[in-house]
């Protein structure tokens, strides 16, 4: 083993945690690494400051069955965990709560119970909802819980992967885009006209409904004849269902010319609930304008990678990644400060803890699961860790559930069922059950029998005095991580604006003159990118111009055409300059981020970086507005700062200051101007974005109610 005068390497390690197989975690790196460094010294924590000794012994009971393939039976230590008295409430009782056990028939009653102890429990104790944990083993496996908590109006927030196309707010805009591309989907136009948008009287909806059945028709096709073939339905009622088909049918001519994701945004545009959307009060409003935002953003991910984005491909699309499990993350709101009950799978669960944890779902076949055989196996040769023997999918199952238990710091349940899902075999209880609480098969097999270890709670109907609402929950305070120049030029100008485009991301069409802009950019990009030599140059950017053509946002094929001849203008004037004509592109389209303190990150992205030789360099951003700053203005401008900011970077270009030239080129004059900036200005600076965010992190974000609000994208948002 390699000998240093100054050994200074440690590591850190549980097999009794060990939970990822996939990722190469094995006890047996433990071990080789005594064997590769014999001289390390040996440190066995023994005290646990988050669980009960009960937790901890029932625990210890458990993983102890793992033996002999353990670091404990392995090495002959002890790793019998002892409680720490750390808090006031261990002290009254050292040894904690008792852990026990709700066995119910089905999974249903599993799910009502679990939710009435919480009740309860909270009541009884005066705890918080964000104190209790139901850990399940799978995502799948969370739904009824899930819908139990929302029928009993108790917050909650899945802490695991995925979930944004569950989420309902997001599965009534999937169901929107359903009913364009079949409008004979009546249980996706059913959700539709349940959100609570319309505010269609139910009794209105189940007669529309009805006839619709007897007469053979979609539900679609039923509201289409609203109006000539009348039903007893209130007026409002019918005007709302007309309104919709109205909707539906300007909307489907959209579909051959624009995408699924602008057609969706002209929904909650036309609709009103993009401005129901961004008035929003409470944490749970807040994160209903998140997952939506968040839902655009997939699809305009989509867009860029596809060719055909209309609706048709959308919503295939969308069926299929949600019948494959696949889900991109939900709005991350800091969970640590919304009171709600937590759902999160016992991976998930890994590192974290909770006063009280409820382990769901304890049978066989859920928890421990079945093995499953990897789909590609690795060949034992190619293998260099050494390989476990015995049964090693149950041990690892027993591993994760000694997780599972010991992320409780003061009271742990256990809780299971008879059937689950459709299943018509009674499920056996879990042997880990058994395994922690010491005892023997023939008592658990009677769980309804009351026993001094696991005592049965049978709970009865919930008082409606218990029900506490989730909407009147606050607001948390906006912490920003990154900013960028173009976000903070957006809150100066408007901080309603910047609330709406850089916190919740809401979509708006494009202007014609982002199109300009971004079409002349990236011809621009492939014209350094692309090999020029013996080239007509101005045939090559001209047809690059056509390849990149953005043709959104005119308001007709003459102002395209019109905007298209500028662009052309633009180029041609271009290619005569001396900035093109000394072109030295080191970088196009040079993304950036550096820190300025350790919890604020500046992003950015440079049009162009030149060599100037001697290690000077030129950076280059392309203006395609009319706006031009006079050198006063140039000279203390926030984007060359930044862009300065971000060449000294020792991460991304590593320049001197005084190697660094700054220069905006205006296509509409022809002409370049440049800056440069010296230290102390760089200094300032970081004060000045530092000051940004303090600024942004306490605004009510009010309309500014500036000249901006005659053009603005968000003007039917704003209430000024």
């Given at each position: 083993?390699?000998?240093?005068?100054?050994?200074?390497?440690?590591?850190?390690?549980?097999?009794?945690?060990?939970?990822?197989?996939?990722?190469?975690?094995?006890?047996?790196?433990?071990?080789?690494?005594?064997?590769?460094?014999?001289?390390?010294?040996?440190?066995?924590?023994?005290?646990?400051?988050?669980?009960?000794?009960?937790?901890?012994?029932?625990?210890?009971?458990?993983?102890?069955?793992?033996?002999?393939?353990?670091?404990?039976?392995?090495?002959?230590?002890?790793?019998?965990?002892?409680?720490?008295?750390?808090?006031?409430?261990?002290?009254?009782?050292?040894?904690?709560?008792?852990?026990?056990?709700?066995?119910?028939?089905?999974?249903?009653?599993?799910?009502?119970?679990?939710?009435?102890?919480?009740?309860?429990?909270?009541?009884?104790?005066?705890?918080?909802?964000?104190?209790?944990?139901?850990?399940?083993?799978?995502?799948?496996?969370?739904?009824?819980?899930?819908?139990?908590?929302?029928?009993?109006?108790?917050?909650?927030?899945?802490?695991?992967?995925?979930?944004?196309?569950?989420?309902?707010?997001?599965?009534?805009?999937?169901?929107?885009?359903?009913?364009?591309?079949?409008?004979?989907?009546?249980?996706?136009?059913?959700?539709?006209?349940?959100?609570?948008?319309?505010?269609?009287?139910?009794?209105?909806?189940?007669?529309?409904?009805?006839?619709?059945?007897?007469?053979?028709?979609?539900?679609?096709?039923?509201?289409?004849?609203?109006?000539?073939?009348?039903?007893?339905?209130?007026?409002?009622?019918?005007?709302?269902?007309?309104?919709?088909?109205?909707?539906?049918?300007?909307?489907?001519?959209?579909?051959?010319?624009?995408?699924?994701?602008?057609?969706?945004?002209y929904f909650l545009l036309d609709s009103g609930l993009l401005k129901q959307i961004v008035d929003y009060k409470t944490q749970a409003e807040e994160r209903r304008a998140l997952n939506i935002t968040k839902f655009f953003d997939r699809l305009k991910s989509y867009e860029a990678t596809h060719e055909d984005a209309s609706v048709f491909a959308v919503v295939d699309y969308l069926d299929l990644a949600m019948n494959m499990g696949e889900s991109p993350l939900a709005a991350e709101i800091d969970w640590t400060e919304n009171d709600a009950v937590n759902i999160l799978t016992v991976h998930s669960a890994k590192g974290l803890e909770f006063p009280i944890v409820i382990l769901t779902n304890l049978v066989e076949g859920r928890f421990p699961s079945r093995e499953r055989n990897e789909q590609i196996p690795i060949p034992v040769e190619l293998i260099r860790e050494i390989l476990p023997t015995g049964d090693y999918h149950l041990q690892e199952e027993r591993r994760l559930f000694y997780v599972g238990m010991t992320r409780a710091e003061e009271k742990l349940i256990f809780s299971a069922s008879n059937y689950y899902g459709e299943g018509k075999r009674e499920r056996k209880l879990s042997p880990f059950i058994s395994e922690s609480l010491g005892i023997d098969k023939q008592a658990q097999k009677q769980p309804y029998l009351q026993n001094s270890q696991i005592p049965l709670f049978e709970w009865k109907k919930t008082p409606d005095h218990w029900v506490e609402e989730a909407k009147t929950q606050p607001l948390s305070k906006l912490k920003l991580d990154y900013l960028s120049y173009s976000a903070i030029e957006a809150f100066r100008i408007c901080p309603l604006h910047f609330k709406l485009r850089y916190i919740l991301r809401l979509p708006t069409a494009p202007t014609a003159a982002q199109s300009l802009g971004n079409s002349v950019h990236y011809a621009l990009r492939d014209f350094y990118t692309v090999q020029r030599s013996g080239k007509n140059e101005k045939k090559l950017l001209l047809s690059l111009l056509d390849t990149n053509w953005v043709g959104y946002g005119y308001t007709s094929k003459k102002h395209e055409q019109q905007a298209k001849e500028l662009a052309k203008l633009f180029l041609q004037n271009y290619l005569k300059t001396l900035l093109h004509q000394t072109a030295r592109p080191l970088y196009l389209e040079r993304a950036f981020n550096f820190r300025v303190d350790p919890s604020l990150k500046i992003l950015g992205k440079i049009d162009r970086i030149d060599d100037l030789g001697d290690g000077n360099i030129e950076i280059i951003d392309y203006k395609t507005g009319t706006n031009v700053p006079n050198q006063n203005r140039l000279n203390t401008d926030l984007q060359m700062t930044i862009y300065a900011l971000a060449a000294v970077n020792p991460g991304i270009l590593g320049k001197r200051v005084d190697q660094v030239?700054?220069?905006?080129?205006?296509?509409?004059?022809?002409?370049?101007?440049?800056?440069?900036?010296?230290?102390?200005?760089?200094?300032?600076?970081?004060?000045?974005?530092?000051?940004?965010?303090?600024?942004?992190?306490?605004?009510?974000?009010?309309?500014?109610?500036?000249?901006?609000?005659r053009n603005c994208e968000y003007k039917i948002l704003c209430n000024e």
């Open positions: 083993a390699p000998s240093y005068s100054h050994p200074n390497l440690s590591v850190v390690g549980d097999d009794s945690q060990s939970i990822y197989k996939f990722r190469g975690a094995a006890i047996s790196n433990i071990l080789s690494f005594m064997k590769e460094y014999p001289e390390s010294k040996q440190v066995i924590l023994t005290t646990s400051y988050r669980c009960s000794q009960t937790i901890l012994d029932a625990a210890y009971k458990l993983i102890k069955h793992n033996n002999p393939h353990t670091l404990e039976s392995q090495l002959g230590i002890s790793k019998n965990l002892k409680a720490g008295q750390n808090s006031a409430q261990r002290d009254q009782n050292p040894n904690g709560e008792k852990i026990e056990l709700f066995h119910s028939e089905r999974v249903e009653d599993e799910a009502e119970k679990i939710v009435n102890f919480i009740r309860q429990y909270k009541s009884d104790f005066k705890k918080d909802f964000k104190d209790f944990a139901i850990l399940v083993r799978a995502n799948n496996h969370s739904q009824s819980f899930i819908r139990t908590l929302e029928r009993a109006k108790i917050p909650y927030q899945f802490l695991g992967p995925g979930m944004l196309f569950q989420r309902p707010e997001v599965k009534e805009l999937i169901a929107y885009l359903k009913v364009l591309a079949d409008f004979t989907d009546s249980t996706s136009l059913y959700r539709v006209l349940s959100m609570d948008l319309w505010q269609i009287d139910i009794r209105d909806l189940i007669a529309v409904l009805n006839v619709a059945k007897k007469a053979n028709h979609s539900l679609f096709e039923q509201m289409e004849q609203i109006i000539e073939k009348p039903i007893n339905i209130s007026s409002d009622s019918k005007a709302k269902l007309k309104s919709l088909v109205d909707l539906v049918h300007r909307q489907q001519k959209l579909i051959k010319k624009e995408t699924a994701g602008q057609i969706l945004y030239k700054m220069s905006f080129y205006f296509f509409a004059n022809a002409k370049k101007i440049s800056t440069v900036r010296s230290k102390e200005q760089l200094n300032d600076a970081i004060n000045q974005l530092l000051k940004a965010r303090e600024e942004i992190e306490k605004s009510d974000f009010k309309c500014s109610r500036g000249i901006i609000c």
